[in-house]
């Protein structure tokens, strides 16, 4: 049996060797071109007139279109606002103006310079609090309550209140922004893209060149990395790629570089919330009252979602009986922010996890033992929302990590060296994760795949599923080599490519390996049972190439199992290779292929109320982090974090550990030294690896331990597992609350003032107060 075992990631000795084809190792083809574009200079203005014609005039530069050469010019995920090229107001700075396409680059950075372009300035705003006093906002106001707030706020012993702030995070991908067109006869246009959602990538094409969908193929090989920055941002370059390849009628590629990228795409979105709670003596709370307010920046791209998800994550893991959630997402002059790992839940999570601090300090107590009074237990399961926590494992990982991490002795060494240090303090926290699995939006959770198995045994499947580096194509490698009792190396999981699998939803959500791995079994299966019934009928008395074989599938053939690369009756003994069946069923014409469809089922969230069943499961876990800091410069490092997730009865334990290892040290990034920095003008300063500081090996935990809890309970996914992609990244949140408690020991006053990032700026400014 495949499944359950390290199987090696399916592109690690290419990806190791250098030979793993990305975008732009492709070789050139005959006439391929190079594009580019211009991106505005000011963050808010009219952009009254495009003046190209010097720049036509640079040698190799072959032509220069604007929002005039598009079909059509509005694009978006969730409502079609955004233009694919400015054609009135300019909404941010580095906003796409026109795309240029060329023989060589340096000709698109002469032309570039040419370009004259005639602006009235407008004034920008670039702050939450700016959007929330002038009530500009991109979407209505959402909640989410249960109970009585104000009534238990009254009634309540203690009650606090604050604020928290988060910033933004960058993506860095290694590889930036891709694409590259090819067109084809009858008007059609094949598009390569470094996409995690090929399907938008098609239609935002089609749209934008006038095309139908029909005469679109967008193909996705795998990408350097996306982490939700390539779910929707990626299909307005395609566009642009595309335009320039339809007009000219030549191939053409665009390949943004790291400055450029960051410049112009948006991050993880900053939330400014307010919040307030109510608590007894013994720090349970009684009441929480969260308005939550995130930076879309200049149009909605993804933005009401991830709201959505941050609100759905308000509660953390910890059970509240009356509570109300409201949000709201502001509109400001900057790139307009998108997906990434996590898609809220971070922003919404780490909010409660600073809150249970407060009142730990507040009520003079270990924040664990707040932790312990307020987890999910007992018969409190139902969320805010509704939903049932099912299975729930959350006390249990809380015993345990709080023993396998040494926690109370811990606790005690940290109190006693801040007594006794004069040069550096210590800080030690835990925090957890109830990640909810499935996309918010109900009509994302499907998947379709098509397996075909070839006569010498081997296989090929397609699915929606996007390989990013995550490993999902692995994990179906590993389901399909399962269910046919075959190696995994007799598994290919072709391309992702809109002509084979259709109508596709993104790889995000972390329901990549959970939606396309289930319609790769069912499909599987399927072919299964007509084999099945195939050696049945072999079985009773031989076949011919002439028989007709009539598949039946009421009968129970339970007892036919497909292992080794054999076909076994395990009633008689009799086996047969499942190479010569196959032969068998070929010349009895029966079908080894089949295409099969999955959606989650029991799905059922009212927006409109805040209620139902949002998630298909959740992912749980927590981290216990202890930090060291240097009290004269800021400088913070992790010296040990203690990990522990349920991840059901996972597929492929290697890639799980390497994803949440991953996903870990991304999100302690986010918490500490990542700091998105802007001018007065709405100018990101931080827009390369010179001036934005992503963890490095020096960052990662001194010691680092990371266990998976056996559970076999969850019988809503594929082979009982659970989803891993975007769960452990809330864990990172442990480093931040590690760096407020150690502040809280020498500057009580100035814990609830630390922000995230905790950079080593804001760390050594709470400490000289």
Known sequence: MTVGKNVPHDSASTHVSGESIFIDDRPFLKNEMVCGFLGAPVSHGRLKEIRVEKALNVPGVLGIFTHRDLANNRWGAIVKEQPILVDDIISYEYEPVCVIAAENYKAIEKAKKLIELDIEEIESVLCIQKSIDNKDFLTAEKKIARGDFEKAFESAPHTLEGIFENGGQEHFYLESHACAALPLENNQIEIHSSSQHPSETQHVVAQSLGLSYHQVVCVVKRMGGGFGGKESQAAPFASLVGLCAKKLKRPARMIINKDDDMKVTGKRHPFKNFWKVAFDNEGKILGYKIKLFSNGGAYTDLSESILERAMLHSDGCYYIPNVEILGRVCKTNIHSNTAFRGFGGPQGNATIESVIEEIAHYLKKDSFEIREKNIYQGEDLHTPYGQL????????????????????????????????????????????????????????????????????????????????????????????????????????????????????????????????????????????????????????????????????????????????????????????????????????????????????????????????QAFNYYTNGMAVSEVLIDKFTGETKVLRTDILMDLGRSINPGIDMGQVSGAFVQGMGWVTAENLVYSDTGVLLSHSPTTYKIPSIQDTPREFNIDLLENNTNDVCVHRSKAVGEPPFLLGNSVWNAIKDAVYSVRPENASKLRLPATCEEIVTLLDE
Not at 479 to 491: D, E, L, Q, R
Request: a neutral charge; aromatic letters at 6%; glycine letters at 8%.
């Open 389 to 612: 926590v099912e299975h729930n494992t959350l006390p249990e990982i809380l015993e345990k990590i709080k023993i396998s991490s040494d926690y109370d002795k811990r606790r005690k060494e940290v109190v006693e060296f801040n007594k006794s240090s004069q040069t550096h303090l210590k800080g030690i926290a835990v925090t957890g994760t109830k990640f909810g699995i499935a996309f918010t939006a109900r009509f994302l959770n499907q998947a379709n795949a098509l397996v075909n198995m070839h006569l010498d045994g081997t296989i090929q499947v397609s699915t929606g599923a996007t390989e990013m580096g995550q490993g999902v194509n692995t994990k179906i490698q590993q389901i399909a080599a399962g269910a046919f009792g075959i190696p995994v190396s007799k598994v290919q999981v072709m391309p992702t490519s809109t002509e084979k699998n259709h109508n596709t939803s993104p790889t995000a959500a972390s329901s990549g390996s959970d939606l396309n791995g289930m319609a790769t079994l069912i499909a599987c299966n399927k072919i299964k049972q007509r084999l099945t019934s195939v050696y049945n009928t072999h079985l009773s008395g031989g076949l011919t190439p002439a028989d007709e074989i009539e598949v039946d599938n009421t009968q129970d053939l339970s007892h036919i199992v497909f292992e080794d690369s054999f076909v076994k009756d395990t009633k008689s003994g009799k086996s047969i290779s499942l190479k010569e069946l196959i032969s068998i069923a070929y010349l009895n014409r029966v079908s080894m292929g089949d295409y099969a469809f999955y959606k989650t089922p029991g799905l059922g969230f009212d927006k409109a109320l805040g209620k139902g």
